[in-house]
């Protein structure tokens, strides 16, 4: 058995190595292979994956390569865990659209748009070398804009599920809450990707959200999704907390405008985080990457892959084809709900209907995903000014054109076909 992950030099990657060493005995790999174009984070980020590997006993073998080719062939999953541009294009994301008076964000709204024009040819790119040397093998789609990234994948007919840490955090926020074990915790998390609700919490079966909603709990519920106690009171349910971006606008983005954007922190965190990994000490994960914003993900993503190669039916919140799990959405969405995973990939619960006030946005921003696909496929200035529009978080057309020009000649070596270069 073979485990590729591509962007293998991310700072994300000890976590999930972690994930897979503890997994051992129930997932037995072969082959961990790590691949990225960066020889210098693969270097650093690679030999702590050997010493961590080495804490568990771990018997596969660990392979880091910046062959792509190599890293592919033969395998029996793919993750793939790109950021292209990096974190300087992440501030870009940031803080270009606040010189339009827009919320800049890097998985939604503008800064998001312009992420995903950057990111879907890529991963297709790869996702079609899957399909030559690796065509059994299951992709695990990690990069953000997770939602889009899948539907552009599931539409060029790859064999992929996409995966957010999310859900599995309220899971494990809320097994504390609780006292009981996370997997006697089961949400009704259902949406879009970075675009859900948490409309039930069962314990053993027994519904617990009402009494989170109305104890001592709700305050602090609020502040952990960074909305009012009033919202969630009135929704019944719990927003994911990058929701705070729909239902606190004015509020976010009179924040950001005096300067407070997440990049700039996460750039000093990984700077800290790769000295941290340079330690030949070091042989665990450090403390420091629970602040860089990816826990749990190495429970979610080993667990994930170990269902889908082992078929061991286990429950987890993914990303798939929505064909009528969501009532009003059309049957190639792409939405996040829970599933049961085997080897023949996810198989949806069935979930309730989404009430207005939810669906309305839903499928506002299910109509920007499909423009922002046909954007990056096809370097159309008119679709992805269109798709602009569509997105809930800039909508009027007065700043959408002068905030595209803006958006594409900040990211214009990404680009390509929308400066006539399609081949570049």
Not at 52 to 63: D, E, F, Q, S, V
Not at 128 to 156: H, K, S
Not at 186 to 194: D, E, I
Not at 405 to 411: K, P, R, S, V, Y
């Amino acid at each position: 058995m073979k485990i590729t992950v591509v962007g293998g030099g991310s700072t994300y990657t000890p976590e999930l190595v972690e994930g897979f060493g503890r997994r051992a005995g129930v997932l037995p790999v072969d082959e961990l292979v790590l691949y990225d174009i960066a020889p210098e984070r693969l270097r650093v980020v690679g030999g702590l994956a050997g010493r961590i590997l080495a804490r568990h006993a771990y018997p596969g073998r660990l392979t880091v390569t910046q062959d792509l080719d190599r890293a592919l062939e033969g395998a029996d999953a793919v993750l793939i865990q790109l950021r292209i541009g990096g974190q300087a294009a992440r501030l870009v994301d940031e803080t270009l659209p606040n010189r339009f008076g827009l919320i800049g964000q890097e998985t939604t709204g503008p800064g998001g748009f312009a992420k995903a024009l950057r990111t879907v040819p890529v991963v297709l790119g790869i996702a079609d070398r899957v399909a030559a040397l690796a065509p059994d093998a299951w992709i695990v789609d990690f990069t953000n804009p997770v939602g889009i990234v899948t539907r552009a994948l599931l539409d060029a007919g790859h064999r992929a599920v996409g995966l957010c840490n999310v859900a599995i955090k309220f899971q494990r926020d809320m097994a504390v809450r609780l006292g009981v074990a996370p997997d006697q915790v089961r949400l009704g998390h259902a949406g879009l990707n970075h675009l859900s609700w948490i409309r039930s919490v069962t314990a053993d079966g027994v519904e617990r959200l009402p009494e989170l909603l109305a104890g001592d709990e709700l305050t602090e519920l609020a502040e952990q999704v960074r909305v009012p106690a009033g919202l969630l009171r009135d929704l019944g349910a719990i927003p994911s907390y990058y929701l705070h971006y729909f239902y606190c606008t004015d509020h976010e983005l009179s924040s950001q405008l005096k300067g407070a954007h997440r990049a700039e922190q996460v750039l000093a965190i990984e700077e800290e985080l790769l000295t941290l990994y340079e330690d030949p000490a070091l042989d665990h994960k450090p403390e420091l990457l629970e602040s860089r914003g990816g826990a749990y993900y190495s429970e979610a993503a080993a667990a994930l892959v170990t269902s889908l190669l082992t078929g061991d039916g286990a429950h987890h919140y993914v990303d798939v084809r929505n064909n009528g799990v969501l009532a009003g959405l059309p049957d190639e969405a792409v939405v996040e709900v829970p599933a049961h995973v085997d080897t023949a990939g996810p198989h949806p619960v069935p979930v309730p209907p989404l009430p207005p006030e939810m669906l309305g946005l839903v499928q506002a921003v299910t109509a920007y995903e499909t423009l922002a696909i046909e954007a990056a496929l096809t370097g159309d200035r008119s679709v992805a000014r269109r798709a602009l529009v569509a997105n809930p978080l800039v909508r009027q057309w007065e700043p959408a054109a002068p905030l595209l020009d803006a958006l594409l000649e900040a990211n214009r070596r990404y680009l390509p076909r929308f400066f006539g270069d399609a081949d570049g």
